[in-house]
């Protein structure tokens, strides 16, 4: 089986040998719902650290920092509200963060009932100093942050493996670059999307490799080859 799959962009399907999935913050919710309904129908076949589901906190509609919001706008649309809230670097990290844990407990909670699992996607994290052209220098910086670090460590070692660097342990290789100051020619890059696969999966793996030739947008493809 061998699957070419952006990662910057998410689908949930299902197929005999493995899950393919990401997460979105706009579907988040639902996804929790679902995890939650299917977890209760079954027993726990993988041991977990993510025993108690946090909470998450909408940064628009929790925001006190509403300004020249008019007469009749509404809080059941978010679009509504993102068009008159405006947010701080601080909150919009805070809610990253806040994010981040639900969705480690979403992939937590799905390795119970999908143990061969694979979670494709951009997770604007680079985990170490390989992964992004000045480390030095990006260290406050969003993104690799250490505490953003901090919690791809974590993610990993609740039984996730990165499945290129697994495979390509010395590769210096982006998936994403800047647009601005030529950066993309200058291969001034972050690797922040990830091909994440369970342990379950590891015997399949064969190649994940970083399609940087594909130009179409700021990120480029990933691929990851499996074995029957």
């Excluded at 601080?90 to 699992?117: C, G, I, N, S």
């Excluded at 990993?156 to 290129?164: A, P």
């Excluded at 697994?166 to 290789?173: F, G, Y």
């Amino acid at each position: 089986m061998k699957m070419s799959l952006p990662s910057f962009s998410g689908a949930l399907f299902t197929e005999a040998a493995c899950t393919i999935t990401m997460a979105s913050e706009a579907c988040v919710s639902s996804l929790f719902s679902t995890a939650a309904k299917t977890t209760a129908k079954t027993k726990s076949t993988v041991k977990t650290t993510a025993a108690t589901k946090p909470t998450l906190r909408h940064p628009l509609r929790s925001s006190k920092r509403n300004t020249n919001t008019p007469a009749n706008a509404t809080a059941s649309s978010t679009s509504d509200l993102a068009a008159h809230v405006l947010l701080s670097s601080d909150e919009r990290q805070a809610f990253k963060m806040e994010w981040l844990e639900h969705f480690r407990y979403y992939a937590v909670e799905l390795l119970r009932t999908r143990p061969k699992l694979v979670l494709c996607g951009d997770y604007n994290i680079c985990h170490e100093a390989i992964d992004i052209h000045d480390p030095v220098r990006n260290a406050t910086n969003s993104g690799f942050l250490p505490e953003e670090r901090e919690w791809m460590t974590r993610f990993l070692n609740e039984g996730f493996i990165d499945t290129f660097r697994l495979l390509h342990p010395d590769n210096r290789e982006y998936t994403w670059w800047s647009y601005r100051f030529n950066s993309r020619a200058k291969n001034k890059g972050w690797r922040i999307d990830y091909c994440m696969a369970s342990e379950a999966v590891r015997p399949m793996l064969k190649e994940a490799r970083i399609l940087n030739d594909a130009v179409h947008s700021d990120h480029c493809p990933m691929m990851l080859e499996l074995t029957d």
